[in-house]
């Protein structure tokens, strides 16, 4: 009976939608979000969000890969307003695919700086970073030399054979990474140096990047590898049992005295086939607003990539003594080496 109902109203409904066919007007009120911010932390950003201006976000989540094989496939039937995604190679790939929308904003253009956001073209510009984060070293204080980890180099050092604990070489946040110094080393001696971090390895490649931190105060390793914001997160953490952790780990930041440290930006785009574009360029502009900087910061311990804001995170803080050098290499760079790091990883087992 209800079975015969709902077949029912479907036809009624079809029945009025044909001859009621105005055309479909976008809806001003809604913002179809792709985000891969993985951070319990960003919920109060949305919410907040929708208070100011009245849109409501429907989320989807995924991951960078997982997002931008979903616009693939869902060409330009695709929904999503705009794109959030959590890594340079990421984004630089999204705009090479033509999956973003370039846009003009002076609000943008003037609080995102050059180098953190796509070239301009004549159509505007591709996609924005919001937030910076680093990839730093972690080490076992009881059993490692600072001196012996201050370069990304030492990591494929034989002095430190049998300590390495890493998370997938093919996680984006690697890949940009070793993107980065292919850049920086040239490819062959990008290879050697990955050989020999597998040839440090303290265990194969396993977990996220807090794995690794804990695998190191555990003493199972005695350096691993570890973007800043999931360390901070320890640190700031009323937890005893995570208290007792960041106690035994010391953390560099790798090649102040060389090129620097390696930085990754997290960033948006607006979609291309957007059906709501004004609310999505809104949802950009706010992002980059004083409030929402300081829930990056604050929030989720990355840095704001708008200028002159203060930082006022004890951990970011204590973890630099307030500044450090980060790498000058232009994003597209990082990018484009994906491929060719992706094979040496396969050639020197690297999984
Ligand atoms: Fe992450």
Redesign the pocket.
């Known amino acids: 009976m209800r079975r015969t109902l709902t077949v029912l109203s479907l036809a009624v409904s079809a029945l009025t939608a044909g001859l009621f066919s105005t055309p479909v007007l976008a809806d001003e009120q809604v913002l179809n979000l792709y985000s891969a911010r993985?951070?319990p932390t960003d919920e109060a950003l949305y919410s907040d969000f929708t208070k100011a201006t009245g849109i409501k976000i429907n989320r989807v989540d995924s991951d960078d890969a997982g997002i931008i094989a979903r616009l693939k496939a869902e060409g330009s039937a695709s929904p999503a307003d705009l794109i959030l995604l959590?890594d340079a190679a990421r984004l630089w790939k999204g705009e090479v695919d033509g999956m973003f929308l370039p846009i003009k904003s002076k609000t943008l253009e003037t609080a995102v700086p050059a180098q953190l956001r796509s070239k301009p073209t004549d159509d505007g510009t591709a996609w924005f970073g919001l937030s910076t984060r680093a990839r730093v070293v972690v080490y076992d204080k009881l059993k490692i030399n600072k001196a012996d980890v201050d370069t990304y180099e030492e990591l494929g050092d034989p002095k430190n054979k049998g300590q390495l604990c890493i998370r997938s070489g093919s996680h984006p946040?690697n890949l940009s990474l070793f993107g980065a110094m292919t850049e920086h080393l040239g490819p062959a001696a990008t290879e050697a140096w990955l050989k020999g971090m597998v040839d440090n390895m303290a265990r194969a490649p396993k977990g996220?990047?807090t794995d690794q931190i804990k695998a190191v105060a555990s003493g199972e390793c005695g350096i691993a590898v570890t973007?800043t914001?999931?360390l901070a997160r320890l640190m700031r953490s009323t937890n005893p049992a995570d208290k007792a952790l960041v106690e035994r780990v010391g953390v560099v930041f790798p090649n102040q005295d060389s090129w620097g440290t390696h930085v990754n930006v997290a960033g948006g785009a607006v979609a291309r086939y957007a059906k709501n574009q004004a609310n999505a360029v809104k949802f950009l502009e706010y992002l980059v607003s004083p409030e929402a900087q300081n829930h990056f910061a604050n929030g989720n311990n990355e840095w704001p990539v708008v200028k002159g804001l203060k930082l006022d995170n004890p951990a970011l803080n204590a973890m630099t003594g307030g500044n450090f050098k980060s790498e000058v290499i232009p994003i597209s760079a990082v990018g484009m080496n994906q491929i060719k790091v992706q094979q040496m990883l396969d050639r020197v087992g690297f999984r």
């Open positions: 993985h951070y959590v946040y996220g990047d973007n914001y999931y």
